[in-house]
Protein backbone atom coordinates (compact mmCIF):
# COMPACT_ATOMS: atom_id res chain seq x y z
CA UNK A 1 0.00 0.00 0.00
CA UNK A 2 1.53 3.20 -0.70
CA UNK A 3 0.13 7.00 0.29
CA UNK A 4 -1.70 9.70 -1.50
CA UNK A 5 -0.04 12.82 -2.39
CA UNK A 6 -1.63 14.79 -0.30
CA UNK A 7 -0.94 12.27 2.45
CA UNK A 8 3.08 12.61 1.44
CA UNK A 9 2.57 16.52 2.04
CA UNK A 10 0.99 16.21 5.43
CA UNK A 11 3.98 13.70 6.64
CA UNK A 12 7.06 15.89 6.58
CA UNK A 13 5.49 18.81 8.88
CA UNK A 14 4.40 15.67 11.11
CA UNK A 15 8.21 14.78 11.25
CA UNK A 16 9.74 18.09 11.46
CA UNK A 17 7.29 18.50 14.64
CA UNK A 18 8.38 15.07 16.36
CA UNK A 19 11.74 15.96 15.55
CA UNK A 20 11.58 20.00 17.15
CA UNK A 21 9.89 17.82 20.39
CA UNK A 22 12.81 18.16 23.32
CA UNK A 23 11.83 15.11 25.62
CA UNK A 24 13.01 16.82 29.17
CA UNK A 25 15.43 14.38 31.36
CA UNK A 26 17.00 14.76 34.53
CA UNK A 27 20.23 15.43 32.93
CA UNK A 28 19.07 18.56 31.09
CA UNK A 29 17.24 19.90 34.81
CA UNK A 30 20.74 19.82 36.78
CA UNK A 31 22.30 21.76 33.40
CA UNK A 32 19.31 23.95 33.47
CA UNK A 33 19.64 24.60 37.21
CA UNK A 34 23.10 25.57 37.36
CA UNK A 35 23.06 27.65 34.13
CA UNK A 36 20.39 29.45 35.55
CA UNK A 37 22.14 30.22 38.28
CA UNK A 38 24.78 31.26 36.69
CA UNK A 39 23.41 33.67 34.22
CA UNK A 40 21.46 35.35 36.86
CA UNK A 41 24.64 35.76 39.19
CA UNK A 42 26.11 37.46 36.09
CA UNK A 43 23.32 39.70 35.34
CA UNK A 44 23.17 40.61 38.76
CA UNK A 45 26.73 41.30 38.95
CA UNK A 46 26.60 43.57 35.80
CA UNK A 47 23.49 46.12 37.13
CA UNK A 48 25.51 46.58 40.37
CA UNK A 49 28.70 47.22 38.46
CA UNK A 50 30.42 44.04 39.98
CA UNK A 51 33.49 42.32 37.71
CA UNK A 52 33.82 38.79 38.57
CA UNK A 53 35.09 35.92 37.40
CA UNK A 54 33.36 33.97 35.56
CA UNK A 55 32.06 30.19 35.58
CA UNK A 56 30.95 27.76 32.68
CA UNK A 57 29.81 24.32 32.55
CA UNK A 58 30.93 20.88 30.82
CA UNK A 59 28.20 18.54 29.09
CA UNK A 60 29.78 15.26 28.34
CA UNK A 61 27.59 12.26 26.87
CA UNK A 62 28.38 9.75 23.75
CA UNK A 63 27.70 10.36 20.36
CA UNK A 64 23.85 10.11 20.38
CA UNK A 65 23.09 10.88 23.93
CA UNK A 66 21.16 14.34 22.47
CA UNK A 67 23.91 16.36 24.39
CA UNK A 68 24.10 19.28 21.81
CA UNK A 69 20.12 19.40 21.87
CA UNK A 70 20.05 19.87 25.04
CA UNK A 71 22.26 22.72 25.39
CA UNK A 72 20.32 24.41 22.32
CA UNK A 73 17.63 23.59 24.47
CA UNK A 74 19.01 25.35 27.12
CA UNK A 75 20.16 28.23 25.17
CA UNK A 76 16.52 28.86 23.58
CA UNK A 77 15.21 28.36 27.49
CA UNK A 78 17.03 31.33 28.24
CA UNK A 79 16.36 33.80 25.47
CA UNK A 80 18.41 37.47 25.93
CA UNK A 81 16.37 40.54 27.14
CA UNK A 82 15.02 42.91 24.17
CA UNK A 83 17.87 44.92 22.54
CA UNK A 84 18.01 48.44 24.09
CA UNK A 85 20.61 50.04 21.56
CA UNK A 86 21.37 49.60 18.33
CA UNK A 87 23.35 46.49 18.26
CA UNK A 88 21.23 43.24 19.01
CA UNK A 89 22.04 41.47 22.56
CA UNK A 90 23.49 38.17 22.37
CA UNK A 91 23.62 36.98 25.85
CA UNK A 92 24.65 33.32 24.75
CA UNK A 93 26.12 32.02 21.71
CA UNK A 94 27.03 28.88 20.13
CA UNK A 95 29.33 27.69 17.97
CA UNK A 96 31.35 24.23 16.86
CA UNK A 97 35.13 23.77 17.37
CA UNK A 98 36.69 23.84 14.14
CA UNK A 99 39.41 21.33 12.68
CA UNK A 100 41.85 22.48 13.24
CA UNK A 101 41.65 23.97 16.67
CA UNK A 102 44.41 26.49 16.53
CA UNK A 103 43.94 29.95 18.80
CA UNK A 104 43.58 31.47 15.16
CA UNK A 105 41.11 29.41 14.03
CA UNK A 106 38.84 29.36 17.08
CA UNK A 107 38.91 32.74 17.43
CA UNK A 108 38.14 33.80 14.12
CA UNK A 109 34.59 30.87 13.73
CA UNK A 110 33.81 32.77 17.64
CA UNK A 111 33.98 36.95 15.23
CA UNK A 112 31.81 34.82 12.76
CA UNK A 113 29.10 33.39 16.21
CA UNK A 114 29.14 36.90 16.92
CA UNK A 115 28.22 38.56 13.57
CA UNK A 116 31.68 39.74 12.62
CA UNK A 117 33.19 37.18 9.97
CA UNK A 118 36.69 38.39 8.79
CA UNK A 119 38.17 38.45 5.28
CA UNK A 120 41.52 38.16 6.30
CA UNK A 121 43.47 36.90 8.57
CA UNK A 122 45.23 38.86 10.89
CA UNK A 123 47.21 37.78 13.94
CA UNK A 124 45.93 35.63 16.51
CA UNK A 125 45.83 38.57 18.99
CA UNK A 126 44.29 41.15 16.68
CA UNK A 127 41.37 38.43 16.41
CA UNK A 128 41.24 37.85 20.25
CA UNK A 129 41.13 41.36 21.01
CA UNK A 130 38.54 42.12 18.22
CA UNK A 131 36.06 39.04 19.87
CA UNK A 132 36.89 40.69 23.45
CA UNK A 133 35.52 43.75 22.05
CA UNK A 134 32.77 41.97 19.99
CA UNK A 135 31.34 39.53 23.09
CA UNK A 136 30.92 43.29 25.62
CA UNK A 137 29.25 45.24 22.71
CA UNK A 138 26.83 42.12 22.48
CA UNK A 139 26.54 42.00 25.91
CA UNK A 140 27.17 38.29 25.45
CA UNK A 141 27.67 36.23 29.22
CA UNK A 142 28.25 32.89 27.92
CA UNK A 143 29.86 31.12 25.02
CA UNK A 144 28.67 27.28 23.79
CA UNK A 145 31.76 25.38 22.33
CA UNK A 146 30.15 22.30 20.75
CA UNK A 147 32.14 19.19 20.04
CA UNK A 148 34.69 20.62 22.52
CA UNK A 149 37.33 17.64 22.25
CA UNK A 150 38.49 18.85 19.31
CA UNK A 151 40.34 21.31 21.32
CA UNK A 152 42.30 18.57 22.30
CA UNK A 153 42.36 16.33 19.26
CA UNK A 154 45.68 16.52 17.04
CA UNK A 155 47.26 19.81 19.21
CA UNK A 156 50.85 19.81 20.07
CA UNK A 157 51.17 20.31 23.19
CA UNK A 158 52.20 24.48 22.56
CA UNK A 159 49.51 24.86 20.76
CA UNK A 160 46.74 23.27 22.91
CA UNK A 161 48.24 25.18 25.90
CA UNK A 162 47.88 28.25 23.86
CA UNK A 163 44.18 27.20 23.35
CA UNK A 164 43.06 26.26 26.83
CA UNK A 165 44.82 29.54 28.36
CA UNK A 166 43.13 31.52 25.72
CA UNK A 167 39.23 30.06 26.46
CA UNK A 168 40.32 30.25 30.36
CA UNK A 169 41.16 34.43 29.95
CA UNK A 170 37.49 34.63 28.46
CA UNK A 171 36.08 33.70 32.30
CA UNK A 172 39.05 35.63 33.63
CA UNK A 173 38.56 38.81 31.74
CA UNK A 174 38.95 42.20 33.60
CA UNK A 175 36.53 44.23 31.86
CA UNK A 176 34.00 41.71 31.03
CA UNK A 177 34.24 37.76 32.31
CA UNK A 178 32.54 35.50 30.14
CA UNK A 179 31.30 31.99 30.97
CA UNK A 180 32.00 28.91 29.18
CA UNK A 181 30.03 25.82 28.23
CA UNK A 182 31.62 22.89 26.77
CA UNK A 183 29.88 20.05 25.07
CA UNK A 184 31.71 16.88 23.54
CA UNK A 185 32.12 13.51 24.14
CA UNK A 186 32.79 11.82 28.04
CA UNK A 187 36.93 11.98 27.02
CA UNK A 188 36.87 15.90 27.55
CA UNK A 189 36.29 15.51 30.99
CA UNK A 190 39.73 13.93 31.27
CA UNK A 191 41.21 16.20 28.94
CA UNK A 192 40.04 18.94 31.19
CA UNK A 193 40.91 17.44 34.15
CA UNK A 194 44.67 18.02 32.69
CA UNK A 195 44.12 21.71 33.62
CA UNK A 196 43.45 22.68 37.58
CA UNK A 197 42.50 26.07 36.64
CA UNK A 198 39.69 25.18 33.90
CA UNK A 199 38.34 22.21 35.84
CA UNK A 200 37.57 24.06 38.99
CA UNK A 201 35.96 26.79 37.04
CA UNK A 202 33.64 24.36 35.20
CA UNK A 203 30.36 22.25 37.07
CA UNK A 204 30.13 19.35 34.96
CA UNK A 205 26.95 17.67 33.62
CA UNK A 206 26.87 14.07 32.58
CA UNK A 207 24.03 12.52 29.92
CA UNK A 208 24.53 8.65 31.16
CA UNK A 209 23.02 5.51 28.20
CA UNK A 210 19.56 4.90 29.33
CA UNK A 211 18.65 1.12 30.25
CA UNK A 212 15.70 -0.81 30.35
CA UNK A 213 15.71 -0.70 34.19
CA UNK A 214 16.20 3.27 34.31
CA UNK A 215 13.96 4.50 31.68
CA UNK A 216 11.94 1.77 29.87
CA UNK A 217 8.33 2.80 31.27
CA UNK A 218 9.60 6.10 30.07
CA UNK A 219 10.75 4.60 26.37
CA UNK A 220 7.37 2.99 26.31
CA UNK A 221 5.56 6.09 26.50
CA UNK A 222 7.15 7.88 24.68
CA UNK A 223 6.25 5.68 22.03
CA UNK A 224 3.16 5.89 22.78
CA UNK A 225 3.02 9.85 22.62
CA UNK A 226 4.79 9.82 19.20
CA UNK A 227 2.56 7.47 17.59
CA UNK A 228 -0.33 9.70 18.29
CA UNK A 229 0.44 12.99 17.55
CA UNK A 230 1.19 10.57 14.43
CA UNK A 231 -2.48 9.44 14.16
CA UNK A 232 -0.58 5.47 14.17
CA UNK A 233 -1.72 3.06 16.82
CA UNK A 234 1.50 0.73 18.34
CA UNK A 235 1.58 -2.90 17.99
CA UNK A 236 0.57 -4.84 20.86
CA UNK A 237 4.51 -5.81 22.11
CA UNK A 238 5.76 -2.40 21.83
CA UNK A 239 5.66 -2.09 25.94
CA UNK A 240 6.96 -6.16 26.38
CA UNK A 241 10.50 -5.32 28.34
CA UNK A 242 12.21 -7.59 24.92
CA UNK A 243 11.16 -5.09 22.90
CA UNK A 244 12.52 -2.29 24.92
CA UNK A 245 15.84 -3.76 25.63
CA UNK A 246 16.23 -4.34 21.07
CA UNK A 247 15.06 -0.65 20.39
CA UNK A 248 18.02 0.10 23.19
CA UNK A 249 20.39 -2.51 21.88
CA UNK A 250 20.15 -0.88 18.51
CA UNK A 251 20.90 2.88 19.63
CA UNK A 252 23.40 1.69 22.00
CA UNK A 253 21.21 2.96 24.67
CA UNK A 254 21.78 6.68 23.73
CA UNK A 255 18.53 8.64 24.36
CA UNK A 256 19.29 11.16 21.31
CA UNK A 257 19.27 7.59 18.99
CA UNK A 258 16.57 6.14 20.37
CA UNK A 259 14.26 9.20 19.78
CA UNK A 260 16.12 9.12 15.98
CA UNK A 261 15.25 5.56 15.52
CA UNK A 262 11.27 6.01 17.12
CA UNK A 263 10.77 8.70 14.28
CA UNK A 264 12.62 6.74 12.08
CA UNK A 265 10.41 3.74 12.18
CA UNK A 266 7.24 6.35 12.63
CA UNK A 267 8.35 7.96 9.24
CA UNK A 268 8.52 4.30 7.43
CA UNK A 269 5.01 3.43 8.76
CA UNK A 270 3.63 6.91 7.51
CA UNK A 271 5.32 6.09 4.42
CA UNK A 272 3.83 2.55 3.97
CA UNK A 273 0.36 4.03 4.23
CA UNK A 274 -0.13 2.21 7.64
CA UNK A 275 -1.90 2.86 10.40
CA UNK A 276 -0.32 0.86 12.91
CA UNK A 277 3.81 1.46 13.84
CA UNK A 278 4.46 -2.43 13.38
CA UNK A 279 7.56 -3.77 14.48
CA UNK A 280 8.27 -4.19 10.47
CA UNK A 281 8.89 -0.57 10.99
CA UNK A 282 11.45 -0.80 13.15
CA UNK A 283 12.98 -3.73 11.29
CA UNK A 284 13.40 -1.47 7.85
CA UNK A 285 14.26 1.73 9.61
CA UNK A 286 17.12 -0.11 11.15
CA UNK A 287 18.48 -1.71 7.62
CA UNK A 288 18.21 1.82 6.53
CA UNK A 289 20.34 3.20 9.18
CA UNK A 290 22.76 0.68 9.05
CA UNK A 291 22.74 -1.70 5.89
CA UNK A 292 22.27 -5.29 7.77
CA UNK A 293 21.13 -7.97 6.78
CA UNK A 294 18.33 -9.90 9.48
CA UNK A 295 20.89 -11.95 11.27
CA UNK A 296 22.24 -8.83 12.75
CA UNK A 297 19.44 -6.38 12.88
CA UNK A 298 18.37 -6.50 16.69
CA UNK A 299 14.72 -6.38 15.60
CA UNK A 300 15.40 -9.83 14.00
CA UNK A 301 17.25 -11.75 15.35
CA UNK A 302 17.35 -13.75 18.52
CA UNK A 303 21.02 -13.19 19.45
CA UNK A 304 20.86 -9.22 19.36
CA UNK A 305 22.33 -8.46 22.48
CA UNK A 306 24.94 -9.08 21.08
CA UNK A 307 25.10 -6.81 17.91
CA UNK A 308 27.24 -3.70 17.99
CA UNK A 309 24.77 -1.13 16.41
CA UNK A 310 27.57 1.37 15.84
CA UNK A 311 28.79 -0.71 12.79
CA UNK A 312 27.74 -0.24 8.95
CA UNK A 313 27.67 -3.22 6.84
CA UNK A 314 28.89 -5.37 9.55
CA UNK A 315 27.60 -8.98 8.21
CA UNK A 316 29.79 -7.83 4.39
CA UNK A 317 32.27 -9.62 4.73
CA UNK A 318 31.26 -12.93 6.17
CA UNK A 319 28.65 -12.36 3.10
CA UNK A 320 31.09 -12.17 0.29
Known sequence: MTVNDQHVLEIQPLLLRLRSAFIYHEAFALMSSSFERMIEKRRFEIASDVTAEARGLVVVGASGSGKTTAVEQLIRKHPSPEDVGDVPIAEVVS?????????????????????????????????????????????????????AQDFFNNQNGRELQAVINTVKSLMQDPEWPVGIILSGMPSLVEMINEDIQLSRRLKPVYIPPVSLTTHGSDIVNLIGQFAEMSDLVPFDDHASPEFVQRLLTATDGQFGLT???????????????????????FVRSYRSRTGCLDARNPFVTEEFLSIQSHRLLDDLEATA
Open 95 to 147: LRVPSPATVKHVGMTLLAALGYPMAREPSAAIIWDNARSRLRLRRTLFVHFDE
Open 259 to 281: IELIIAAIEDALYEGSKTLDLSS
